[in-house]
């Protein structure tokens, strides 16, 4: 709870999660420490050509969550597929968290943030660095190593491997 409002304190952390990695529930591990309810908001983005369908991503995500150890609040999965902002104001979220591995994804999401600042004031944007174990890994990075026959078993959990093999063909 909030000691200034007495609200509950709601984060969103938003992604594609094609599919969602360790460094993912890293952060969200971390995020939840800061809440009192994090939403994770998986987006149905057609754009990026995700190789899961939404429901499949929606699925896998709350697999990798219901299996986590260390969860410091409720977490809550979600699907959108509306402006960020719009979603974050939709669910009374306080803050939304951005994961940074590098300087290359500050640009991104500086540009972002400050766009997101002017649709909604109200609402903070929470930057958390990459743990050094997790810098290299991304969704993407994984998609393509494992269909090219790389071990990108240390990098997901086993249940997201299994679904990564059969949508694969592996």
């Known amino acids: 709870m909030s000691e200034k409002t007495g609200k509950k304190l709601i984060g969103v952390y938003p992604?594609?999660?094609d599919p969602m990695t360790k460094g993912h529930l890293h952060l969200i591990k971390r995020a939840s420490k800061i809440v009192d309810h994090l939403i994770i908001a998986v987006a149905d983005n057609t754009k990026k050509g995700p190789l899961f369908t939404i429901?499949?991503?929606v699925a896998m995500a709350q697999a990798d969550i219901d299996s986590m150890y260390e969860k410091y609040c409720t977490i809550e999965i979600r699907p959108f597929n509306n402006l960020l902002i719009h979603f974050a104001r939709?669910?009374?979220a306080s803050c939304i968290f951005r994961g940074l591995r590098a300087?290359?994804?500050?640009?991104?999401?500086?540009?972002?943030?400050?766009?997101n600042a002017?649709?909604?004031?109200?609402?903070?944007?929470?930057?958390?660095?990459?743990?050094d174990k997790w810098q290299f890994v991304?969704?993407?990075f994984v998609k393509?190593?494992?269909?090219?026959?790389?071990?990108?078993?240390?990098?997901?959990?086993?249940?997201?491997?299994?679904?990564?093999?059969?949508?694969?063909?592996?």
Do not use: Y
């Open 15 to 17: 992604g594609t999660f």
């Open 55 to 57: 429901d499949e991503r």
């Open 103 to 115: 300087t290359s994804d500050f640009e991104f999401e500086f540009q972002m943030t400050g766009m």
């Open 138 to 140: 991304s969704s993407s």
């Open 90 to 92: 939709d669910v009374n």
């Open 144 to 170: 393509e190593i494992h269909a090219l026959g790389g071990d990108v078993s240390e990098v997901i959990t086993p249940a997201t491997h299994e679904k990564l093999n059969n949508k694969q063909g592996r």
């Open 118 to 131: 002017k649709l909604d004031a109200n609402i903070e944007t929470v930057f958390l660095m990459a743990a």
